[in-house]
């Protein structure tokens, strides 16, 4: 990762269009062909502005395009919509050069003005984006979320094809801002028609189209044949299948009924299916920038207080947990995953101590302990791990309710600042993208705090919030002194504990043998869990 983001801040400084490696399509892919994905809950939205969760990102991806992308498989970046790009000395105004011909799904084209519209409608206060932090070093951002304006005075349409957005500060991870769902462009008229409906009626300029959605039970995707990248999406369309059981699916998969099941290998089943050849061979693993974590409200009694955070801390038993998912994550010590640059090495955090854990709770004059919720996602493994949480804690003498709900519906309760605790995962944090500053912002910073957010922990600490900004004023993402105080931040964030970090865990995806494309699009870092524009079918 720091090779990758070395490259990136050199060709930054350069300015130079098109600086990534164009992907080489794959000379065995054959087009044509539908492919089946199976999930166990429905897909709240697929808005970009909206949808950020692991579920619905990739599709997303796949409907819309923002102005930059990455070469498939990789965290690399490249032109998307933008045909080239250029950027001032001082680093605050990038240029974009639009690509021509680009049309949206109900046949217009785009041009500048979707582009503006676009960053206009994720910024505003309405549109409760847990992405409009992202877009903070914008010139007029403070303004639009105040109220005191209703655009960004920093995007400015040039003419048609030329958007130049100036910002009021250095922001070393703009360029990957611009790649992110958030900042996938849509017409306002499909906005204007669909309103809060959007979500389910989504027109964008992506490889593929919504074709239909019968809520509960499926979405189909069809392929976009005005699509502007040549040659892809290999597939005519994508089904996805909701309502089916983790275990249900893999029996599907083995009997050739489905391509990919959405929710991975069942824990329960993962022994089972990696000792037998025929099937280990369909199974692609890689690594993946991820932390799985309990959140703890700040804002809610008693987890107002520090140390009975720093007791809850110390009441998990993480190799225990680690343990339930088949030892395939390593137990965490902070928010950054190890092979992100930024992470502290050596840093211990919270040992598992269950008497300094009550002498912890003691001092904050709850000797007896205290009772609490802890939301879950409903998707096996993530009850029993929430079980274990809940073993853990009753050893200190806090009892714990656990509440296990559909996906959309925790995120809500978090977003809301309704849950004291929540088990991430199935939700848990993947990096958008490869720099530190991803685990900040929008989950621990104090733009992801407010309704909607995805800093669960409602966490906002204004000092930490400069020094984050500091760091990311910087355009040099791989400097050592960025780096460095990035790792800062987090140190301090570990102070207040508003997080358990729990486990960082290895991604394993299954296919079936029909199923063709690099191994890379199938743990894609980008487009989780696959990149369905460049994988294909064999028959």
């Known amino acids: ?82 045909s080239s790009y250029e950027i001032s000395d001082d680093g605050t105004v990038f240029t974009f050069t639009l690509r021509d011909g680009v049309l949206f799904h109900n046949g217009r084209a785009m041009t500048a003005q979707d582009v503006k519209y676009s960053l206009d409608r994720v910024t505003d206060p309405e549109t409760q984006s847990p992405g409009a932090g992202f877009f903070a070093s914008i010139a007029g951002y403070d303004a639009v979320t105040n109220g005191e304006a209703d ?94 059981e983790p275990i249900v699916a893999l029996l599907r998969l083995q009997q050739g009924e489905v391509d990919v099941p959405g929710d991975g290998i069942p824990p ?35 987890l107002d207080q520090l140390p009975v955070r720093e007791a809850i801390n110390m009441a998990i038993n993480k190799e225990r947990i680690t343990q339930i998912i088949n030892g395939r994550a390593i ?73 296990s709900l559909a996906q959309a519906n925790v995120i809500e309760a978090g977003g809301a600042g309704q849950a004291p605790m929540i088990w ?7 990096a958008d993208f490869p720099d530190p500053s991803n685990f900040y912002g929008p989950i621990l910073g104090c733009a992801g705090a407010g309704e909607g957010g995805w800093n669960w922990s409602k966490f906002c600490n204004e000092d930490i919030d400069a020094m984050a900004i500091a760091a990311d004023s910087m355009t040099d993402p791989a400097a050592p002194e960025r780096l460095e105080m990035w790792s800062d931040v987090y140190m301090q964030v570990m102070e207040q504990a508003p997080w358990v970090p729990v486990f960082n865990e290895q991604r394993y995806t299954m296919k079936s043998e029909r199923m063709g494309g690099d191994d890379a699009l199938y743990v894609d870092p980008v487009s989780i869990p696959v990149n369905y524009d460049y994988v294909y079918v064999t028959e």
């Open 424 to 430: 991430s995962g199935g939700m848990a944090w993947i």
């Open 268 to 302: 329960a089943k993962f022994q089972e299916v990696m000792s037998d050849p025929a099937q280990a061979a369909r199974v692609v693993e890689g690594g993946q920038l991820h932390t799985g974590y309990i959140t703890l409200n700040v804002g809610m009694a008693p």
């Open 151 to 244: 655009s960004l005075a920093g995007v400015e349409v040039v003419d048609d094809m030329t958007v130049r957005i100036t910002l009021s500060r250095p922001d070393a991870t703009f360029l990957h801002v611009m790649a992110l769902n958030f900042a996938s462009i849509v017409p306002k008229e499909a906005v204007d028609e669909f309103g809060t409906d959007f979500g389910k009626n989504p027109v964008g300029t992506g490889a593929f189209k919504l074709g239909e959605w019968t809520i509960g039970q499926r979405l189909v995707f069809e392929k976009n044949a005005d699509y502007w990248r040549d040659g892809v999406p290999y597939l005519d369309g994508v089904t996805f299948e909701v309502g089916q």
């Open 1 to 82: 990762m720091k090779n990758l983001l070395l490259s990136t801040a050199i060709v930054a400084a350069t300015a130079l269009p098109g600086f990534a490696q164009e992907y080489t399509p794959d000379p065995n892919a054959q087009p044509g062909g539908m492919i089946t994905v199976t999930y166990k809950d429905d897909v709240a939205t697929l808005d970009p502005a909206i949808g950020y969760d692991w579920q619905n990102w990739s599709m997303i991806k796949s409907l819309f395009d923002g102005l930059m992308d990455y070469v498939p498989g990789t965290t690399e970046l490249r032109p998307g919509l933008a």
């Open 331 to 403: 137990p965490a010590t902070q928010p950054l995953p190890p092979t992100m640059p930024g992470y502290t090495d050596g840093f211990e955090g919270y040992a598992f101590d269950v008497a300094a854990a009550q002498a912890k709770l003691a001092e904050a004059g709850l000797a007896d302990g205290f009772t609490t919720e802890l939301y879950v996602m409903n998707t096996d493994p993530n009850p029993r791990i929430a079980q274990a949480i809940q073993q853990d804690l009753k050893a200190i003498g806090v009892e714990v309710e656990i509440r």
